[in-house]
């Protein structure tokens, strides 16, 4: 795997950038940092299928929707069944939520952040991954991952304990999550080699993820208005980030992550192949939990 960051990439200007005809699924397009990418997308010309619970976009041309509850495994694999994955030229996963003060589970009896943020998405790539790419004759470039999290920041989580059922802090959850859809990515890249793999980190982005952190409404709006200057808009984001999604030099680089400005970072130095196998092989006993079986791959 290689894990260095000794290379650039050139954005496409935005005058260039056109992904007419495109064919993107956004998996928690319908809110946040995911719905400001679905509809810039879009309004670039893709055909864009937005996965989430509300869809707030009816009205715009270019996007459809199915609807799902990420936070059951069921759905999670029935959602990754029905997406045309052979013809799909990106895929990007931006469901997100931040686990609460005390510990939820949901009805498959996994923490709810680590269910929703991270293991739907283990889920759904182990339904899509096989079949990625095997309907797109035409294409120059392999079909493209993007998994949405905060990649590079060392994170481990506790692979012995992804569920937090021996102890549980909030910190601890959604670092489990951090970890996960880091080593996802490392794991996806060894274990699909006909499709790409990358991380994002966004930085702070001003949407409602964080609405359940600090309690009443107001305090919320005053610590956003403290760290106002630390955050971006998710539209600027979106802009910003768009041109990396389809950037041909990126094409031989799966497996890289990229830091709020779409510049490459390097992957957590602390986050081996034996830490990852760890994790991986924690999701697949989470995943059967929720009767969801998912092949085992080790990375050497
Ligand atoms: N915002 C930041 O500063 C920041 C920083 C670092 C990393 N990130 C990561 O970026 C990603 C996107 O975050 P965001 O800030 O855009 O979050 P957000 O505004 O809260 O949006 C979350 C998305 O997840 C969907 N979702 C939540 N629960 C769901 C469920 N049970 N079933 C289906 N969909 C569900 C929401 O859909 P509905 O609205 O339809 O329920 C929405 O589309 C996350 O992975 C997050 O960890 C964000």
Redesign the pocket.
């Given at each position: 795997m290689k894990r260095d960051r000794s290379w650039t990439w050139q954005p496409i200007a935005a005058t260039r950038l056109d992904f007419t005809g495109l064919k993107i699924a956004v998996?928690?397009?319908?809110?946040?940092?995911?719905?400001?990418l679905s509809r810039h997308l879009a309004a670039h010309g893709a055909n864009v299928v937005?996965?989430?619970?509300?869809?707030?976009d009816s009205d715009l041309s270019g996007i459809s929707f199915i609807k799902?509850?990420?936070?059951?495994m069921q759905?999670a694999r029935r959602v990754g069944a029905s997406l045309p994955a052979e013809t799909l030229d990106l895929v990007i996963?931006?469901?997100?939520?931040?686990a609460g003060p005390t510990r939820e589970q949901t009805l498959d009896g996994i923490e709810r952040d680590v269910?929703?943020?991270y293991l739907?998405r283990f889920v759904m790539l182990n339904e899509i991954g096989p079949r990625l790419g095997k309907g797109r004759t035409e294409a120059s470039t392999k079909p493209r991952v993007f998994v949405?999290?905060?990649p590079g920041s060392n994170q481990l989580g506790k692979p012995d304990d992804l569920n937090s059922e021996t102890s549980y802090s909030r910190w601890t959850a959604?670092m489990n999550?951090?970890a996960g859809?880091e080593a996802l990515v490392l794991d996806a890249a060894a274990r699909y080699p006909q499709a790409a793999f990358f991380g994002?980190?966004?930085?702070?982005?001003?949407?409602?993820?964080?609405?359940n952190l600090f309690g009443p409404k107001m305090v919320l709006r005053i610590v956003e208005w403290m760290t106002g200057f630390m955050?971006s808009s998710?539209e600027s984001y979106a802009e910003r980030i768009a041109p990396l999604l389809i950037s041909p030099d990126i094409e031989g680089h799966s497996g890289a992550m990229f830091n709020n400005k779409g510049e490459p970072i390097l992957p957590s130095s602390k986050l081996t192949n034996r830490i990852v196998s760890k994790i991986m092989a924690a999701s697949e006993t989470l995943a059967a939990r929720a009767k969801v079986q998912v092949a085992p791959f080790r990375l050497p």
């Open positions: 998996i928690g397009g319908t809110g946040g940092i995911g719905r400001a937005v996965v989430g619970q509300t869809f707030r799902a509850d990420l936070s059951l759905e996963f931006t469901t997100g939520i931040m269910a929703i943020s739907s949405m999290g905060f959604h999550t951090v859809n994002l980190n966004p930085g702070f982005v001003k949407t409602g993820i964080r609405s955050t998710p």
